[in-house]
């Protein structure tokens, strides 16, 4: 033994020397690495050809034989590590899978004696759990990190690759010790370490294998036997899952399962565990999202051996065996009732309150895995005493637990009423906030999600608010992960359900966050505007009272939150109070003067969602007050000379009217006609300053109460309207030069309204500077326009919030 282990383990001068004949030989490698795909090719399968007739040959329990065996297994799990040759490899299969058994005793007369025991059947699992652990690339999500790591290891494996060949010539000594020094970096970098599996909920996750890093091979450490089951179990999931069932067909999962049971022959030594363990996870990488392969190991009885190696000594072990049963539980229900029918839960809840993060990391993955769809098992496993020890892996050191323990949470949370209030109760909360802000998308997401499912209960709410939960909610917002949005959306639905978290919500900013939010999903949006609705249903009686007080007694920038929240959302009776009585509404006039582009859109937001909730109609669609009572003569009187008693010249020709429609239909014509005024006995009256068309147009409507304003004319007949008191008219001429506001002239707009005193229109410049902010801030003239637009502003909202009915806005 101790010859074998100096023959395993050289030492460090040939390291030194081995290490400096590479480096000179660096463009020999570089010449190597530049042949051509097809001679690469050929080299390699006349080389895997060997290491396979070498198997083939080699089953026995002479020491030669399987010495022999032990080191060809090696040199096909070197080969295996590199995901693109695995497709050469499939061949070697199974005379791996032949070596997972004991070769037959030695015949009577040869030494007793067991060679190698466990080691060659260790590393030909370890080989085929390497082939398994090759993801097929449509289910492969890889980060930048593990994509520098894998080609890292390409280069060292590629380097590997040329020297096999002489390594096998020179003998096995300096193969391993050629492969100790291109090896020099921990094995993750070469066991792939972007695997990964699919959680129970779908969602692709790093590989607890390459985030633990607990398979650095050491050198002359069983290298064979474990880079034999490594072999076979990437094969299974590279190539879809025709390998894995390659791998099966070639009768792999019988002998896998008998390696299971090795611990009831009541050995214990490192070489056995290590082949249980690799057996473990080689069964773990074959059933990886294959149904028929879970259900193969099932029949096979491979469930009860993994149920019992979870009591077994070794940790590593324990933790090989919680990983097999993740798998097999996951989305196979028979798997499932059979594991827990087997007693698993005490063991795997034990395992929850280990100190070891890869053993309660798989222990909480089987039991996650087990509870999903299945309602009788997660009651099951809340009376077995889980709850306690999930909430305890809150606060672990290791991120994919503490992802794992808030998705179970969730799960929980699902139950019923009383286990909701129960998980608070023991402190999940604080931890599932600290979590809200951590800078793993996977341990947000899963917090937010059991967050959003404990937040159903009306004092999870309130606790859940107190605890500080709602900022870092509202940050979620901004996500771009849709689910980790949805989430956070969701859980904060759930909060705005609870009075007392209403005016919280609003003190933070909360309403303008859902408002402004891009929301990925449709789903979200639909959820936040439920949110929205939920807190303006909130907004009266003691919540209304609160954000009164805050907008009075707190800091200006709570002040300003609560009066643009308010007017998004406060119902028509309590506005008179809010912003004329309470001051609401120079609260957001002060905003709107601000020199912060941000505080003047949210002020014209505002005011402009306050304007249209205050009428259903803009002032200038409405239709025009009533005229004085009259009676209209009528369309066929228009400049009709029969019974006229009064000219009007005008541009020189005569038009025909009539006194008494005249006086009936303003002020101005009535003293002009029954005051001291020299028109009043005058025959023909001059008209100097209106052109014809404008004049007949303003008589047109004195006799029929209506008419078509054109664009063309709509200002000169304004002013004309203005001048003879015709308000109905001059209300028509403002509707029509509304509907040309611009943003290129609505400055001479509002400086029109104002020299006729024309209210609507002054209005409608009102509204439309508002609407219009996105556009309006980027005029230089902006600032100007609002301060003399400001006035007028503050007297429209006054009046019309000091009205309760619509219809006098319009008086």
């Known amino acids: 033994m101790e010859n074998q282990k100096r023959h395993e383990q050289p030492t460090r001068s040939a390291r030194k020397s081995l290490k400096r004949k590479l480096e000179e030989d660096f463009g020999a490698d570089h010449k190597i690495a530049t042949l051509s795909p097809r001679q690469t090719h050929q080299d390699l399968n006349r080389e895997i050809r060997t290491q396979v007739e070498i198997l083939d040959s080699t089953f026995s329990s002479i020491e030669a034989d399987r010495a022999a065996a032990k080191r060809a297994v090696h040199v096909i799990s070197e ?22 058994q004991a070769p037959p005793p030695l015949r009577e007369g040869q030494s007793s004696s067991k060679p190698y025991e466990h080691e060659v059947e260790k590393g030909s699992a370890f080989t085929l759990w390497h082939l398994a652990v090759k993801l097929n690339p449509s289910l492969s999500l890889v980060s930048s990190k593990e994509k520098k790591k894998r ?27 050629v492969c100790s020094l291109l090896v020099a970096l921990p094995l993750q970098y070469l066991i792939d370490l972007s695997a990964r599996g699919v959680d129970r909920r779908g969602r692709a996750m790093p590989s607890f294998v390459a985030y633990c890093g607990h398979w650095n091979l050491k050198k002359g450490d069983h290298a064979q036997g474990e880079g034999y089951i490594s072999s076979i179990g990437a094969v299974s999931l590279f190539q879809f899952r025709e390998h894995q069932q390659l791998i099966v067909d070639a009768g792999a999962l019988p002998h ?15 070489a056995v565990n290590g082949v249980i363990r690799r057996a473990a996870d080689a069964i773990t990488n074959l059933a990886h999202e294959n149904s028929s392969i879970k259900t193969r190991v099932r029949m096979e009885g491979g469930i009860l051996p993994l149920v019992e190696l979870l009591e077994f000594s070794d940790p590593k072990v324990q933790r090989a065996a919680a990983g097999a049963l993740r798998t097999l539980a996951f989305k196979n229900d028979e798997n499932k009732n059979q594991i827990v029918e087997y007693n698993a839960l005490p063991s795997l809840i034990l395992m929850l309150r280990s100190e070891d993060a890869a053993l309660h990391y798989e222990a909480i993955g089987a039991i996650g895995n087990l509870v999903h769809s299945s309602p009788n098992i997660k009651k099951e496993v809340l009376l077995a005493g889980a709850l306690q020890p999930v909430i305890g892996l809150l606060n672990s050191c290791c991120s994919e637990s503490r992802r794992e323990a808030a998705l179970l949470i969730g799960q929980f949370a699902a139950t019923d009423s009383d286990c909701k209030v129960h998980i608070v109760q023991r402190g999940a909360v604080q931890p599932l906030i600290e979590m809200l802000q951590s800078p793993d998308t996977q341990l947000r997401e899963m917090s937010a999600f059991a967050l959003g499912r404990l937040a159903q209960d009306t004092h999870n709410q309130a606790g859940i608010a107190h605890c500080g939960g709602i900022v870092p909610l509202l940050k979620l917002l901004d996500s771009k992960h849709g689910s980790l949005q949805h989430n956070a959306a969701f859980t904060l639905y759930g909060l705005a359900d ?6 919280d919500i609003i003190r933070v900013g909360g309403v303008q966050k859902l408002q402004e939010g891009e929301f990925i999903v449709q789903p979200t949006r639909d959820c936040v505007a439920k949110t929205l609705k939920r807190l303006e ?19 200006k920038v709570v002040q300003r939150r609560v009066a643009l929240a308010l007017a998004q959302l406060c119902l028509p009776d309590d506005r008179k109070a809010i912003f004329i009585d309470k001051n609401g509404l120079e609260l957001l ?13 949210d002020a ?31 369309e066929q009187y228009v400049n009709n000379p029969t019974l006229s008693d009064v000219t009007f010249l005008v541009e020189g020709k005569r038009f025909y009217a009539h006194r008494i429609c005249l006086l009936a239909s303003s002020d101005a014509f009535r003293a002009m006609f029954d005051g001291g005024y020299r028109e009043k006995d005058a025959k023909d009256v001059e008209i100097p300053n209106i052109r014809w068309d404008v004049f007949e147009l303003m008589m047109r409507y004195i006799y029929t109460g209506s008419v078509d304003v054109n664009l063309d004319v709509a200002q000169e007949l304004l002013r004309a309207a203005d001048q003879y008191l015709l308000e109905g008219l001059k209300h028509l001429c403002e509707c029509a030069i509304a509907q040309d506001i611009s943003v290129e002239n609505v400055s001479v707009i509002y400086e029109l309204s104002e020299a006729f005193n024309a209210t609507s229109l002054k209005h409608a410049c009102v509204l439309f500077s508002l609407e219009k902010f996105d556009k309006l801030s980027a005029m230089p003239w902006y600032s100007h326009l609002i301060q003399r637009i400001l006035p007028e502003m503050r007297n429209y909202f006054v009046r019309a919030l000091s009205r309760r009915n619509q219809a006098d806005l319009l008086q």
């Open 79 to 100: 080969l295996a590590k590199n995901e693109e040759i695995v497709d050469l490899i499939v061949g070697a299969v199974p005379a791996l899978v032949r070596h997972l």
């Open 151 to 177: 080609t890292k290891a390409k280069l060292i494996t590629g380097r590997l690759i040329g020297y096999v060949v002489a390594c096998r010539l020179i003998g096995y000594v300096v193969a391993v010790a």
């Open 256 to 270: 896998l399962v008998n390696l299971l049971k090795k611990h009831r022959e009541g050995q214990s030594s490192r």
């Open 498 to 503: 609870n009075e007392d978290n209403v005016a």
């Open 537 to 555: 249903e909130k907004i009266h009686g003691r919540v209304l009272s609160h954000l009164l007080y805050l907008m009075r007694v707190e800091e």
């Open 589 to 601: 006039l002060e905003l709107l003067e601000s020199t912060n582009r941000k505080q003047q859109q």
């Open 604 to 634: 014209s937001e505002a005011l402009y969602k306050l304007a249209t909730k205050a009428s259903s109609l803009s002032p200038v669609d409405a239709a025009p007050p009533s005229p004085t009572p009259q009676v209209y003569l009528g």
